[in-house]
């Protein structure tokens, strides 16, 4: 008999939504090239326009703003690629903001800033001294943490000493209110497969009046600024779950409480547990539990063995073994962070589901600990 599965990995991938796979199954029916003036050309670009003002809804911004991409790691490289003097980020930024960020400045010789993170994963944005053609990175919510950042803050104070602010807001869609017209940022990427929508496409929000280079170029589509025919299955899927993800915000109190009673009952079971990040402002669906002593990596494989699954820090990494950067910024110790093991809710978790991790969990350190 197969052994019934316990998804913890939300900010890793949400399962696709039935609504999403609708939508692509559909367009995947449509035979036009959306810059076609026929009819099956203006059907898929119908569909094109429908999933961008559902995009746009989501996230507060106006239509006109959102440029679908192939995800968030083009959104990001796609901010940073401007001809920046200084780059400015902390080192709990995702790897698809830490890596283009250092090349690009090496390469165009520009300056990489990186700022101080505090012991809870909170970002000191201010300690940037002001200066012109300056591109301030804040991610919005942090991928293994949950951690929010203050990125409406951080929109002041790049207007106010004439910055940049890009902010890489894959994570809050759903699961926190985002209002771009009100942050203050210059840019903002989001990805599909992060709300339940398909893999492989995302968007850049790019603010009224900022000026931003095509990374690709070669053809008129995406309002002239993003070249290639249009994904348009995969778009459609993307406008679907950005519906549904609005929905999710009537569920976050729930999944917040799931979260908590989670948290409890693991320290109750284990009192040397450490929930990290736990005292600033987080998402409500992420827990990074570590236990001193234990290895992370064998406790994803052990809790994968009694069906729950779960992450060791990020996801795009998590195959690489080593110490967490974001834990490793944070100041934690080398031992807190090679414990340190991620869960991360959805809309669809259940008390069930919760009572399946905490039951594996006593299951697997009520003894002898996880050499780490």
């Known amino acids: 008999m197969t052994q019934p599965r316990t998804y913890l990995d939300y900010n890793a991938s ?9 939508a692509v199954l559909a367009a995947l ?52 690629s401007a001809p920046w003097d200084r780059i400015a980020f902390a080192d709990v930024e995702h790897d698809s903001i830490r890596a283009p960020a250092v090349q690009i ?5 520009a300056e990489a ?12 944005f ?47 869609p759903g699961r926190a209110r985002i209002d771009f017209a009100q942050l203050g940022a210059h840019t903002m990427s989001l990805s599909a497969h992060k709300i ?21 170029a070669g053809g008129g589509q995406e309002q002239r600024r993003r070249a290639g025919t249009e994904n348009v299955a995969a778009i459609a899927g993307f406008g679907a779950a950005a519906r549904a993800a609005l929905d999710d915000l009537d569920s976050a109190s729930r999944v917040a409480a799931l979260r908590d009673s989670l948290e409890a009952a693991v320290i109750a079971a ?8 736990r005292d600033a402002p987080r998402l409500c669906n992420t827990s990074t539990i570590a236990l001193p002593g234990t290895s992370a990596e064998t406790a994803v494989i052990k809790l994968d063995l009694k069906g729950i699954a779960v992450s060791a820090g990020s996801a795009c990494s998590s195959g690489k073994v080593g110490e967490s950067h974001v834990l490793r910024a944070m100041g934690l110790s080398p031992e807190i962070a090679r414990s340190a093991i991620r869960v991360s809710l959805g ?8 009572a399946a991790f905490v039951a594996a969990w006593k299951g697997i350190h009520g003894g002898a600990s996880l050499a780490a």
């Open 29 to 80: 029916g449509v035979a036009g090239n959306a810059s076609s003036v026929h009819a099956e050309g203006r059907r898929a670009r119908a569909m094109i326009d429908e999933a961008r003002d559902a995009v746009s809804a989501l996230v507060n911004a106006r239509a006109s703003e959102v440029v679908f991409t192939s995800g968030a790691t083009e959104s990001n490289t796609w901010a940073l």
């Open 196 to 216: 339940g929508g398909p893999k492989g496409i995302g968007a850049l929000v790019i603010g009224a009046g900022v000026a931003l280079d095509p990374l690709l």
């Open 126 to 172: 201010r300690s940037v001294a002001p200066g012109a053609n300056t591109l301030l990175v804040l991610q919005m919510a942090n991928n293994e943490t949950g951690v929010l950042q203050d990125v409406e803050a951080a929109g002041r104070w790049a207007t106010e000493n004439g910055a940049r602010l890009h902010t890489d807001a894959v994570q809050a």
């Open 14 to 22: 949400a399962p696709l939504r039935p609504e999403a796979r609708e």
């Open 270 to 277: 284990t009192p040397q547990a450490v929930v990290i990040g």
């Open 105 to 109: 400045a090496a390469k165009r010789g």
């Open 347 to 354: 809309p669809d978790t259940t008390e069930q589901d919760i």
């Open 113 to 124: 800033i990186h700022l101080p993170v505090s012991a809870d994963g909170t970002v000191d």
